[in-house]
């Protein structure tokens, strides 16, 4: 009778052990998929702050562009001949 008693009481704590051991995995995994993905979240804010830059910086060479075909167009057609062709 002890004997079994025994028995059931090891695989009582041995089943709480890991039961306790899982979800200690799980929540250290969590933990590193959470860094992860803000890690990740910082890139992508980076990423769209430098889009946004050049999106600004784009605009303002387009309205140059723009200004100086409207008052020289000759220059500007050289220009734009040469952007076509010697550019990829």
Do not use: C
Request: no cysteine.
């Amino acid at each position: 009778m002890k004997n079994a008693l025994n028995t059931i009481v090891m695989i009582f704590i041995v089943s709480a052990l890991v039961i306790f051991g899982a979800g200690f995995y799980v929540g250290a995994r969590y933990t590193d998929n959470q860094i992860g993905i803000n890690k990740l979240q910082t890139q992508v804010d980076s990423l769209r702050d430098e889009n946004f830059i050049l999106g600004v910086e784009l605009s303002r060479w387009e309205t140059t562009i723009e200004w100086y075909k409207e008052n020289h167009p000759k220059e500007a057609q050289k220009l734009e001949e040469w952007r076509s062709h010697n550019t990829e």
